[in-house]
């Protein structure tokens, strides 16, 4: 069955720092997303990624954060300047055109120290 | 705004008996409905989904949700657990097109005993 793919599964990085968090999405789906998950709290919506640019982002989703399709297989979220508030297990997921079915990655920790 | 609520955060049931987890949401418009689990270290997967038609839809691992427009809700139900069904589910709400955001309850985490 094909699957989301994250790397890494666990980052740990000081505060102040740039982290980047890849997905390999499903190779025919055209629509990209992000979710984190703030430990003991709800799945929260970030940002969604279509045709080479976002289609739909959160108030979470800041001049911080930042994401890109370098080519044609990677989706990448990256986090400047990361805060203490930015641990969080952070999803990957994909959908085909015309459903909101998503299928989600395995998610990336991130322990901001 | 939207918002999905899941008002039990535990629950524990005996291996074979039956479950009802329980969610309400709000929604301005015609809600896509959604249960998903995860299992620790996993990532989400999707039991079952519902955007119209027969308001009672089946998913994966035998469970089922009812849709009641009336009282904003979509509980998920399995007659009989299994002790690989422990792990924690959540529902989510949002709209049927693509790249529009999920909003999701807090989860209940399912615990099984023998």
């Known amino acids: 069955e094909p699957e989301v793919t994250q790397t890494p599964s666990h980052q740990v990085t000081q505060m102040g720092q740039e982290v980047i968090l890849r997905c390999v999405p499903i190779s025919n789906h055209l629509y990209f997303y992000w979710y984190r998950q703030i430990l003991g709290q709800k799945v929260e919506f970030l940002v969604s990624?279509?045709?080479?640019?976002?289609?739909?982002k959160s108030e979470i989703f800041d001049d911080q954060f930042s994401v890109e399709r370098p080519d044609g297989s990677n989706f990448t979220l990256k986090i400047r300047s990361t805060k203490l508030e930015d641990s969080a297990m952070y999803f990957c997921?994909?959908?085909?055109?015309?459903?909101?079915?998503?299928?989600f990655g395995a998610g990336s920790r991130l322990t901001v120290l | 705004a939207q918002s999905v609520t899941q008002p039990d955060i535990h629950i524990t049931v005996s291996e074979g008996a039956s479950l009802e987890l329980r969610c309400n949401y709000s929604y301005g418009a015609t809600p896509y409905l959604f249960w998903y689990v995860q299992s620790p270290g996993q990532g989400l997967q999707l039991l079952l989904k519902?955007?119209?038609?027969?308001?009672l839809v089946q998913g994966i691992k035998g469970f089922e949700a009812e849709f009641k427009r009336s009282q904003s809700s979509f509980n998920l139900r399995k007659p009989s657990v299994h002790w690989s069904d422990a792990a924690e589910y959540f529902c989510a709400v949002g709209a049927r097109e693509a790249g529009n955001m999920l909003t999701f309850g807090g989860g209940t985490r399912l615990m099984v005993k023998p």
């Open positions: 997921a994909s959908s085909e055109q015309g459903t909101n079915v998503l299928t």
């Open positions: 990624f279509y045709n080479n640019e976002i289609s739909e």
């Open positions: 519902y955007f119209s038609g027969d308001t």
